[in-house]
């Protein structure tokens, strides 16, 4: 096996090059002053998007945040206040705002809006109302959320939620993020936080559903399902195209530039990158420097039988069955360390250590399962 120099990488490039290729959709954040719009914001996404982001004013009420920490754009419209012109100087506003995004091509344009309501007014308004069929008349994929729903007992939340289904006739979910464990408890049969994110997720086109995914505070099986679907996939058709001329196993480290890249992409999307420069340099160095023996070493267990149109001779080609089926158990495995230790960050216990998670004998571990629950050529 040719020696493969882990110099040879840089992998803060890498991951640059992986955040230049992922498209940010664009979400409109609405609703009235004290709406609980930076609570639903920092629920889902977590409360160092907007700190993170440089708050951008665009025009009149209206910020952006955006930053390359993060794969999404959130445009939060200034909270209006009571009073009918002042109410009509902010819908008008976001409609003329809406209407000149249009005019700078598609990656610029609103993908979708979400209104807020505060459960606690009790009430849906008819600026409220407004405002929801302004949005869908620009035909933009829009939901309410309505907030604080730990604020109003069962019957006012259904007058509520039927103002909002019959005037607007729009998807309707309802949050809360009361800090009362025992609170949360009671609310969780009302609360709709993962029908609001699938919602979302249904809405964007698919080109948009990464960056959205990716931008998740946890999540971590939409992460893995992302990665298994979507990701890995993308790598394994460039190691097959790299294989189609037969490589020789010790020219096997040009598959190695597609596996590196691919495990950054993975870093990136379950947000570990932002965790630390040396994880992303361990994570990357242990793909450099074990892929390849990994490959060695599976043939002489006999490993390689396994994968489906593959011959046991000795000092066979790496065929682009061969090259694709390993990228994908290298990417399986990876996804899989990513997932374990998300958990755990989440969960928070967070690790002292990333061997407790990422080292070679676990990701050679994960290859073999993931080759053997796939010997008969599924999902590769």
Known sequence: MSDIKVKNFDFQRELEKVAAGIRKPNILICGATGAGKSTVVNWIFGKNVA????????????TEYSSEETSVNLFDTEGYEIGEEKISAYRDNVEKWIEERREGGLAGQIHEAWYCISAANKRVTDMDISVVQTLLEKNIPTVVVLTQLDCVDYEE?????????????VHCFATSAHEDQYIQEV??????????????????????????????????????????????????TAAAGVA???????????????????????????????????????????????????????????????IPGVGTAAGIAVNTVVASTFTAAIGAALSQSCANYSKAVFEGSKPQSYPEFFDSAILSGFVESWLKEHKNGKDT
Request: one cysteine or more; aromatic letters at 8%.
């Open 51 to 62: 700190a993170t982001g440089t708050g951008r004013p665009l025009t009149r009420g209206i």
């Open 157 to 169: 939340y259904r007058e509520m939620f039927r103002a909002v289904t019959e005037n607007c006739n």
């Open 187 to 236: 609310m969780e049969p009302y609360i709709e936080w993962e029908a609001l994110i699938d919602w979302a997720i249904r809405e964007l086109d698919d080109s948009l559903k990464e960056g959205f995914i990716g931008s998740l505070a946890g999540h971590v099986q939409k992460k893995q399902e992302l990665v298994t679907k979507k990701i890995i996939p993308i790598y394994t």
């Open 244 to 306: 189609a001329t037969p490589i020789p196993f010790s020219d096997a480290v040009l598959l190695e530039p597609i596996q590196v890249s691919m495990a950054m992409h993975i870093l990136r999307t379950y947000g570990l990158d932002k965790v630390s420069e040396e994880l992303i340099s361990f994570v990357g160095s242990l793909v450099v420097t074990q892929a390849g023996r990994m490959l060695a070493q599976s043939l002489t267990a006999g490993v390689l039988k396994m």
